[in-house]
């Protein structure tokens, strides 16, 4: 039994003497049907925490929590008209490669670059700012309205798109190791999600009449799917004409730095003043 419990400290002290706290900083944006010029437009801060385990000197695993929101305020179509913003919280399970050696040991290196990839679940919420049908200012939550058709029989084949769905996060970075105690990583990262709806833009209008059922809902439906009217005067773009492309799904990336700390060391300190009380 003695030695069961040396042995079991002592994989407890391995495993944190291996692990990192991670803090995270940077900002996010989007890529999609109202922004396929450029991979930095708008970008918006964006951050989180992570815990990083090493499990060699080449191969580390990460589970990460993140949070930011993505936006597109100026459509490259100007008679479209169409913008929103979305909050995005991601939580996700990497895996990440060394180029060279890099740990706690002699001959490991300073610095490194490494490839990270992996699966992760996001929650989005695409929203427009607008005056609703009171007067309010404000924004409104887009994918309750089903601005192409999505709550209307005419288009009952048109499922209203998810809020939670999947991604595959991958990018490059370089990550530092500054002291036993800190590490400093820098990375850039795509994530490849499978919905055109990031933005609420994907197919075609289906036209303000069949939208305006009489309720607030379907006012602010109409509105909302089509507002080149307000870019010029009595401007429409009739049904079936084409709001987005839905043969491509939208994207978003992270650029973010790591300050990692050093498990061991955190609960060490931990332990330290807990003796001293």
């Given amino acids: 039994m003695l030695l ?3 042995s ?3 994989q407890r002290d391995d495993f944190l003497s291996r692990s990192e706290l991670l803090l995270m900083g940077g900002g996010m944006n989007y890529i999609g049907d109202l922004n396929k010029q450029s991979a930095f437009s708008e970008v918006n801060l964006a951050g989180g925490a992570a815990l990083r ?3 060699d000197n080449r191969w580390a695993l990460r589970g990460q929590v993140s949070y930011g929101h993505i936006a597109n305020s100026r459509d490259r179509i100007i008679l479209r008209n169409l913008s929103f913003r979305s909050h995005v919280a991601e939580f996700s399970a990497l895996a990440e490669f060394n180029f060279q050696s890099f740990g ?3 001959t490991d ?3 490194t670059p490494y490839l990270f990839g992996g699966i992760g679940v996001f929650h989005f919420d695409p929203m427009a700012y607008c005056t609703d049908v009171d007067g309010n200012v404000g924004w409104v939550p887009l994918q309750p309205l089903g601005t ?3 709550n209307t029989h005419a288009y009952a084949f048109r499922r209203p798109y998810q809020l939670v769905q999947l ?3 991958f990018g490059v970075g370089v990550k530092f190791r500054l002291n036993k105690t800190f590490s400093l990583s820098a990375e850039y990262g795509f994530r490849k999600t499978w919905t055109d709806y990031l933005d609420d833009v994907s197919t075609t209008y289906v036209g303000a009449a069949l939208l305006n059922d009489g309720s607030v ?7 909302l799917a089509d507002r080149s009217g307000e870019v010029e005067a009595g401007y429409v773009n009739s049904p079936g004409i084409k709001r987005g492309d839905d043969s491509l799904d939208d994207w978003y990336a992270y650029f973010n730095i790591h300050v990692g700390l050093n498990l061991d060391v955190l609960f060490g300190w931990m332990r330290s003043k807990r003796c001293k009380l």
């Fill in 4 to 6: 069961s419990a040396i």
């Fill in 8 to 10: 079991l400290r002592a």
């Fill in 53 to 55: 385990v090493r499990l």
């Fill in 104 to 106: 706690a040991g002699a």
């Fill in 109 to 111: 290196h300073f610095c």
């Fill in 148 to 150: 192409e058709g999505q």
């Fill in 167 to 169: 991604c595959l996060p």
């Fill in 217 to 223: 809902d379907g006012a602010m439906a109409a509105q």
